[in-house]
């Protein structure tokens, strides 16, 4: 079969792409750039003021509690990129392989958990953690003392809530990564001798890294933006960056320097990805050299 | 008075463009509904409770007008959406008094001549009549106030004393340690804590009284356990004890848990400490946005927001109940409702608090409060 070479002087693929560009366009670059410019002015009565100056950057290059808090926020969203992935594996493993025969009936729950608000989702886990809550309850009624469990309003809580609300996102790209593969590929490897766990490590697991990479990635991006649980959840005490944006646009309205916060955490967010895409990369190339 | 300068056909706005295409289909399709035949159409931006159909239906009716609102959550947001150009869509607004006060240099308000409101000023309490400083800019008045109360501690007398309260010391004792909630109310909780540190918030601040703010912001966040922006945790916890106190919030936390007969819930103000009062009032006020689509309505509007019977409607809403200014709408209110809303105790709290108003380095404060809360844990 002949390849078709394509190529940009080629009319039809461009108009082809014409729509998305348009998209694009509109709705990010250009939203993106008014951004980047709401940067550069000022603020005087809480209005807008077109000044053009680096002010607003020179705050956020001098301020230590911004980055203090970027960083908090790129931790948080790395740790709970980890734990998704680390609980996502076995999970869509046992769904596909072990459960099945119930794997429609646990997709349809995830999914109506999943579609379920968040912020319903996020105010019961206050209602089960709280130290009057469901949980310490059942503990206290089965020989605990009272508020055995004090996780409620820290960031360990804020992490349960994280991982909660986007475990999905990396169960459903795993799962659908661990049902392409071949099952052909294991049973020989099985048929060669390797035990159940090796032929899951050596087979199973690499053959499903596109799909544990896509998950990755979404959820860490999602992570950088986490609004709901380190307020509701995290008790406030450990802001991260979408609060920080937040209280800038809103409660000091200064938009300018929102502006700027939120250049800096796309920025972080842009080259976290990059150290992600290099790291796939390289790994990929070192396996296609071995 | 229309929104329109110049030639009007060739400078709509949005909300006449949308207006104009909107009815233009409705009408096509046959299905205008009655209220959008009425002769004036009308935005209001408001907190919870201005929008009750009690309060608007009757308004509509009687004026030949069709109001559409737009609830907001926080008033910087509120402002800050105005601000921003918003102030073309709307006509009238009712939020936090110092955002209405702002809506004056901000140039995005009317402002209101006191002798037409006169017989309005004449039902409040003498506190709240014309001039009325807190709403005034340049010796102009910006809007009318609608309904207030004070922030104090919040405390469940189940689990504490009042007496306990009758100062911010126990914010920073230990034995309170992680039995604390702030309410993140921007500038609310600030202030009382300015005040406790012997510091006036409201006038122009130095480098070392701002430094005290951060010390005393500081402290209060170590003995924290919560910092909360959602009012229905904040509650929950005081009720069942895991909070002993709610701080920046006062009577706007307090008065639906009164409502529903947890008498045992108060909010009270702190004796003054070293000659400063350590309470605060708080306020909610209507004003008139910039170039109203029709002036009359919307004052109007104000004028009905701010009348006894509605005054009282104000007061008793479902999510909230508060203080209004209307002296006349106290002969309104049942001997219950009196109670809820602590009114045998509402002139002690205006006596030890001082009036919640536009404070000139509140952008230094929030900046500190964020700086502190970064590093807190």
Known sequence: MAEIQK?????????????????????????????????????????????WDLKVWTDVFSQIH??????????????????CTILAIPIAYGMLHRLSRWSD?????????????????????????????????????????????????????????????????????????????????????????????????????????????????????????VFLEPKVMGGGTSPLAAELIRQSFETRVN???????TLVLIVIGAAALTVFGAVALWQARRVAHD | MTKSKGIPMFSPNRRTFLQGMGAAGLAGAGLMPRS????????????????????????????????????????????????????????????????????GPAGIGE?????????????????????????????KTTGLPTRWGWVGPTVNTKYDTLENWRSYAPCFDPAYKDKIC??????????????????????ELDDAELNEIRLVLRALFKNTRAIVGDLSVAQKGLMDGSFRTLIGGGTYCTSALRKDGQKEIMSIVPEPKDGL????????????????????????????????????????????????????????????????????????AWDKSHFHNVAPNIDQMLEIWSQELAAAR
């Open chain 2, 182 to 203: 702030v309410l993140d109310w921007g500038d609310w909780p600030i202030m009382p804590m300015a005040l406790y540190a012997g510091i006036d918030p409201y006038k």
């Open chain 2, 36 to 103: 959008a035949q009425a002769a004036t159409s009308m935005k209001f931006m408001c907190w919870e409770g201005y929008d009750s159909p009690d309060i608007i239906k009757p308004f509509e009716e009687a004026n030949d007008v069709s109001i559409s609102i737009d609830l907001i959550t926080d008033s910087p947001g509120g402002f800050a959406k105005l601000a921003a150009g918003a102030w073309r869509d709307f006509d009238v607004v009712a939020t936090d008094s110092p955002w209405v006060q702002r809506m």
């Open chain 1, 105 to 225: 009936h646990i997709t349809l729950l995830m999914v109506f958990a999943f579609l379920t608000d968040a912020v319903l989702k996020t105010f019961g886990w206050v209602l089960f953690l709280d130290r009057s809550g469901v949980l310490n309850g059942t503990l206290e009624a089965i020989g605990f003392p009272p508020a055995a469990v004090n996780v409620l309003f820290t960031p360990n809580a804020t992490m349960i809530g994280m991982v909660y609300n986007l475990l999905p996102y990396t169960i459903f790209t795993i799962a659908l990564s661990m049902a392409r593969i071949d099952g052909d590929l294991v049973l020989a490897a099985r048929d060669a001798g390797a035990s159940r766990l090796r032929a899951f490590i050596e087979v199973t697991l690499p053959l499903a890294k596109p799909g544990i990479w896509a998950g990755a990635v979404l959820v860490f991006v999602l992570s950088l933006g």
């Open chain 2, 111 to 139: 402002f209101l001549d006191d002798a037409e409101f006169a017989d309005v000023y004449e039902s409040f309490y003498p506190q709240f009549r014309a001039p009325f400083a807190p709403l005034d800019f340049d010796g």
């Open chain 2, 277 to 348: 009062k350590q309470g605060i009032i708080w306020m909610e006020a209507g004003g008139i946005v910039k170039d109203p689509v029709d002036d009359a309505k919307a004052k109007a509007l104000l004028r009905d927001l701010t009348s006894p019977e509605v005054a009282v409607k104000l007061a008793w809403t479902e999510a909230t109940c508060n203080l209004v200014p209307s002296q006349k709408a106290e002969a309104l209110f049942t001997d219950e409702q009196k109670d809820v809303l602590q009114m045998d105790y509402m002139w002690e």
């Open chain 1, 66 to 83: 911004y980055w203090t808090i970027m960083w908090r926020t790129l931790m948080m969203a790395l740790v709970c990129t980890v734990l």
């Open chain 1, 7 to 51: 190529t940009w002087r080629d009319g039809a693929l461009r108009l082809s792409t014409l729509p998305l560009l348009l998209l694009m366009g509109l709705f990010f670059v250009i939203p993106l750039i008014m951004t980047a410019l709401l940067s550069f002015q000022g603020t005087q009565y809480y209005r807008l003021v077109w000044t």
């Open chain 1, 255 to 261: 938009w300018p320097l929102g502006a700027a916060l």
